[in-house]
């Protein structure tokens, strides 16, 4: 075989093609808030957005109600098969009442918020989990038209933020329509504004990290629960923004090797949360139990920064790789698979006028508050997450630091043999 066949073989027929898709994510801060977008090409010609990270989320929402110039854009009619299917799973009427919907021309009008449906090109680099290659396009984008991501962010970083990308579990989320092989997504968050960290979608492996670490190789597995009717009992808790979220079970909270049972309470994952959220009761079992090994560790408390309740002088503590040397927390899942948290996950830097301190960055949910667990975006920097909503799954890494990587190492190089089938 001549060497030009040969090499026309190997591109044919080894170069890999995938299906899977992958784009930064970036921190920001409103305040000395940590919020997370996710970025991505959308509408002809393309432009780069940003949209706010919101995996509990059921469709992809744009404010795009002035100032929106697409040459592919389209509302969604209102009696469609698109907009029967969206309408489905909604506490509203199915039939299409034009009187009811003359306000938007007759367009598919979707809860929560009374948003009108669109439709509009959006693109992602396909990956290998080492790369990112060429650009694909998704021509049938499909998105609500809402301001979602301003109340979110009380109104806020409106010049950053064009909407927010749904990653919920839903037939309409971003990942559901970006991911034509696969039902899993996976999140890196980064811990630093000035280097993104990386979602994939429709990759169940590999996930390349400098110096050429296969974070996949390192994942811990608990099952994934949905929301169900009268799975919460509280009135006041918003059902829609519950429906479509990822939960866990946590049943006991480990600190420093002394157990806090908490009978496997059911726990959100959220990117939209900046801290983790425990309901009163349990915030006071960790918060009693904190402080206590901290005296045995001689760590020196200050006064604390609202929202937080526990705060210590920084410069009585020793930072490592992993963080601040402070009381070492666990969560024990219901099959027993423990997500470590050290240091970097569960303190947060305060410098303030005559302030420097760490403070234990888990806030008081109050009394009953549902779920009784939400895990924040604080918390989830620098770990690995995969979504395997087919598997019913969550795969966790802890912290990439202590395989001495970062969410920030994904290298983010094209590389334009990557072909897409």
């Not at 997504?185 to 990759?203: D, E, R, W, Y």
């Amino acid at each position: 075989m001549s060497p030009s066949i040969l090499l026309l073989f190997l591109f044919l027929f080894v170069t890999p093609s995938f299906s899977a898709f992958v784009a930064p994510i970036t921190k920001h801060h409103v305040h000395n808030t940590p919020f997370y977008t996710l970025k991505l090409q959308l509408k002809t010609p393309m432009q780069p957005t940003f949209l706010l990270l919101h995996i509990g989320a059921t469709y992809t929402a744009v404010n795009c109600h002035s100032n929106y110039t697409s040459t592919t854009s389209r509302p969604v009619p209102c009696n469609s098969s698109l907009c029967h299917s969206l309408r489905s799973n909604q506490l509203i009427s199915k039939k299409c009442d034009i009187t009811t919907n003359a306000a938007v021309g007759g367009n598919c009008v979707i809860s929560p918020h009374k948003s009108f449906a669109m439709v509009d090109s959006l693109a992602l680099q396909a990956t290998d989990g080492r790369n990112p290659g060429k650009l694909t396009t998704f021509p049938e984008f499909v998105f609500t038209c809402s301001d979602e991501s301003s109340r979110l962010l009380k109104g806020r970083a409106k010049k950053v933020v064009a909407g927010l990308a749904g990653l919920g579990v839903s037939n309409y989320s971003l990942p559901a329509q970006v991911s034509t092989n696969s039902s899993v997504f996976s999140l890196c968050i980064s811990g630093s504004p000035s280097a993104p960290g990386v979602a994939f979608f429709g990759l169940d492996k590999p996930y390349y990290f400098f110096p050429g670490l296969d974070v996949s190789n390192h994942l811990s597995y608990t099952p994934l629960f949905s929301y169900h009717p009268g799975i919460f009992t509280n009135r006041k808790t918003e059902t829609k923004q519950l429906k479509d979220g990822y939960y866990i079970k946590v049943k006991s909270i480990i600190i420093n090797g002394k157990p806090i049972n908490i009978n496997q309470k059911l726990t959100m994952i959220s990117t939209t949360n900046p801290y983790t959220v425990l309901e009163r009761t349990i915030f006071r079992a960790v918060t009693v139990e904190f402080k206590k090994e901290s005296r045995t560790m001689k760590l020196k408390s200050v006064k604390p920064v609202k929202p937080f309740k526990l705060c210590y002088e920084a410069d009585g503590v020793l930072e490592t790789h992993l963080g601040p040397t402070v009381p070492q927390i666990k969560l024990v899942m219901q099959n027993d698979v423990v997500w470590r948290v050290f240091g970097k996950n569960s303190m947060v830097r305060i410098v303030d006028e005559g302030l420097d301190a760490w403070c234990l960055a888990v806030v008081d949910g109050g009394v009953g508050s549902v779920p009784a667990m939400v895990i924040g975006g604080h918390q989830l920097e620098d770990n690995l997450l995969q979504f395997d909503y087919g598997k019913k799954t969550l795969g966790f890494s802890s912290t990439l630091l202590q395989y001495k990587t970062l969410c920030a190492n994904f290298n983010f190089s094209t590389n334009n043999a990557i072909k897409v089938f």
